[in-house]
T-cell receptor, first 109, second 116 residues
Framework: TQLLEQSPQFLSIQEGENLTVYCNSS?????LQWYRQEPGEGPVLLVT?????EVKKLKRLTFQFGDARKDSSLHITAAQPGDTGLYLC?????????FGQGTELSVKP | GAVVSQHPSWVICKSGTSVKIECRSLDFQATTMFWYRQFPKQSLMLMATSNEGSKATYEQGVEKDKFLINHASLTLSTLTVTSAHPEDSSFYIC????????????FGEGSWLTVV
């Protein structure tokens, strides 16, 4: 199992602030996925990044895949309380997901 | 779209008893199902991979005799926690892939287990 190191593990910010979550590995990935999970629910897929250097945007969320395909980042602009949740990066191995440690984000109004 | 349903959503059981959690695919053939465990404020940890009609493949450190997984049909996988202890209390969640969803992963709603 190849480890995904996610940081920070906890983040508490005020509404309107920007933040970045990092997902790093020593291994090269063919693709990487980002999920968001709310308490008591299953994770919801936000994006899949495939190409080194790729940047994908989902409203205020910007996802980047490193050139070497070993790392990825999630940047949220002008965070809102509705962004609160657990953010997970994960490697999809034929349906089997190996997740990073997760980032618990709390956005205070 | 495809839906994966878990039952029960939450369960409380006494220490030493066994409890079964069901994971059903409602409108697709789930050839492979996965079981995860999640402790509060932590990530999802893969427990095992379940292929229809064959024995489950367990991740390192997961006791296969304690966490019995059965995937007898293309729409149902079950996880039985045997001789449960308070440290088994956790959020258990399944996911499924199959036909015609292909590589798409569908998660169940999760099951909260509390062992008292």
């Amino acid at each position: 199992t190849q480890l995904l190191e996610q940081s920070p593990q906890f983040l508490s910010i005020q509404e309107g602030e920007n933040l970045t979550v990092y997902c790093n590995s020593s291994s090269v990935f063919s693709s990487l996925q980002w999920y968001r999970q709310e308490p008591g629910e299953g994770p919801v897929l936000l994006v899949t990044v495939v190409t080194g250097g790729e940047v994908k945007k989902l409203k205020r969320l910007t996802f980047q895949f490193g050139d070497a395909r070993k790392d990825s980042s999630l940047h949220i602009t002008a965070a809102q309380p509705g962004d609160t949740g657990l953010y997970l990066c994960g490697r999809n191995q034929g349906g089997k997901l190996i997740f990073g440690q997760g980032t618990e984000l709390s956005v205070k109004p | 779209g495809a839906v994966v349903s878990q039952h029960p959503s939450w369960v409380i059981c006494k220490s030493g008893t066994s409890v079964k959690i069901e994971c059903r695919s409602l409108d697709f053939q789930a050839t492979t199902m996965f079981w995860y465990r999640q402790f509060p404020k932590q990530s999802l940890m893969l427990m095992a991979t379940s292929n229809e009609g064959s024995k489950a493949t367990y991740e390192q450190g997961v006791e296969k005799d304690k966490f019995l997984i059965n995937h007898a049909s293309l729409t149902l996988s079950t996880l039985t926690v045997t001789s449960a202890h308070p440290e088994d209390s956790s959020f258990y969640i399944c996911s499924a892939t199959g036909l015609p969803s292909g590589n798409t992963i569908y998660f169940g709603e999760g099951s909260w287990l509390t062992v008292v």
